[in-house]
């Protein structure tokens, strides 16, 4: 895009914002003060490195679609995102999974991992100025083939899994230490019935049990902090999750942990986006699992729709952005998954733009006023201000490519690394 257009359309936008009271300015500095937490899994389908290969398998979530050239190592995995942060504007995060180990081609069994299995990814963050955040691995393990971990009816089990939940624990809280920078642990697990079951309280007292012993150890909040995410069901899981949201709800609560809101885990009429208000008010923090479900828990690759507009506007209204982290989880395998991250990650920062570009201030007032009228008027005229001559900018500004131009260079790493992976 030709920069003097961007420049000319970025004042005309100024302009009209301005008449809002809009100080475009410095929306796009507090932008440039969010940093997003992408998920290392849209860049190898949720594979990750314990052994050669290995696909996603259980747990209820489903990587679908086969398109060429996905990362086979860490190497590549490092390669493709440093490839997706560079059409990315802004300073972001990344976020690895327990799966995701450096184990030098040694197995390394997930209630044996150490913070030493992820120095090389640590090391990696401080070369290219990024933070981490961490996930445990609760699925694609013969320990969770009969559905359940943390909830098992088999305290052997059980233990596994909480030696690998502490064991992830201290390893955020090493990636925070060394990167100075508070790295959030997440805890999904995929336990659930596929059919109706004799027993709801028993697995949910055994999660309840089995999540006080992870989390018993205190570890300084500045440089670590631990979330839970619930969800409604799975695949195999259809009628009864152990973790529902009520049941992580009320433990996040009560313990005083961050509590993760994944947009694909609620029935489809209820948005993520009103439960953030509500849950703020009494958990320490959130996560954001910033999602697109289709029909179901699909992950697709977010788009700017309504949705995603609703959660970015409800994280910039509340105006506590320092206790929300959001993060991405969409996995799309059929389309090139370095364009995935971006088109993802830009939709995300655009939505956020469009929130950071409302004279909220305005909207409230008249709301307080009672003046229904001019806040649906007002909400409509937004929705076709120039956001985008005003995002085209920050792209330029942030040296990164604006409009369409960042799909050429993808293509170009398409032609020039992934498709030799492919047939390599
Ligand atoms: C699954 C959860 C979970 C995973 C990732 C890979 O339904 O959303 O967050 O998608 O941990
Ligand atoms: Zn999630």
Request: aromatic share 10%; net charge negative.
């Amino acid at each position: 895009m030709d920069e003097n257009h961007i420049k000319a359309a970025y004042e005309l936008a100024k302009d009209a914002y301005g008449a809002y009271g809009v100080d475009v300015e410095a929306a796009i500095a507090r932008l440039s003060q969010i940093p997003i937490s992408i998920h290392c899994w849209q860049g190898d389908d949720v594979g990750g490195f314990e052994t050669a290969g290995a696909a996603l398998s259980c747990g209820g979530i489903q990587s679908t679609g086969n398109y060429p050239g996905k990362a086979r190592t860490i190497e590549e995995l490092r390669q493709d995102f440093e490839k997706a942060l560079s059409l990315i504007p802004g300073r972001h995060r990344f976020a690895l999974h327990g799966s995701y180990l450096d184990n030098g081609g040694v197995f390394v069994d997930r209630d044996q991992i150490e913070p030493r299995h992820f120095q090389s990814w640590i090391d990696w963050a401080k070369h290219i100025g990024i933070g981490l955040d961490f996930n445990s691995t609760f699925f694609s393990h013969p320990k969770a083939a009969d559905g359940f971990t943390l909830s098992h009816p088999d305290p052997a089990i059980r233990e596994f899994w909480i030696a690998h939940a502490i064991a992830c624990r201290k390893i955020g809280a090493e990636m925070g230490r060394q990167l100075g920078s508070t790295t959030v642990t997440n805890i999904w697990i995929p336990d659930g019935y596929k059919d109706i079951p004799a027993d709801r309280l028993g697995p949910r007292q055994r999660l309840l049990e089995s999540l006080d012993k992870i989390l018993a150890e205190r570890i300084d909040p500045k440089i670590h902090l631990d979330a839970v995410e619930g969800k409604l069901f799975g695949i195999g899981a259809e009628s009864y999750t152990v973790g529902s949201h009520e049941f992580y709800l009320g433990y996040a609560v009560s313990r005083q942990v961050l509590l993760t809101l994944d947009a694909g885990h609620f029935h489809p009429t209820e948005s993520m986006a009103d439960k953030i208000s509500a849950t703020l008010l009494f958990c320490p923090g959130l996560m954001l699992h910033v999602s697109r479900p289709v029909r179901w828990d699909s992950d697709h690759v977010i788009v700017l729709d309504d949705e995603l507009q609703a959660i970015a506007r409800e994280i910039v209204r509340s105006g506590q952005l320092e206790k929300i982290h959001i993060g991405l989880d969409f996995f799309d395998a059929s389309i090139n998954r370095v364009a995935a991250w971006v088109i993802g990650t830009r939709n995300i920062l655009k939505a956020l733009l469009i929130a950071l570009l409302e004279p909220t201030h305005k909207l409230k007032e008249v709301e307080r006023q009672f003046d229904y009228t001019q806040r649906l008027a007002m909400l409509e005229e937004l929705k076709t201000l120039p956001w985008a001559a005003v995002w085209d900018y920050y792209c330029l500004q942030k040296g990164v490519p604006a409009g369409m131009d960042w799909f050429g260079e993808v293509k170009c790493y398409e032609a020039g690394v992934l498709a030799k992976r492919a047939s390599a």
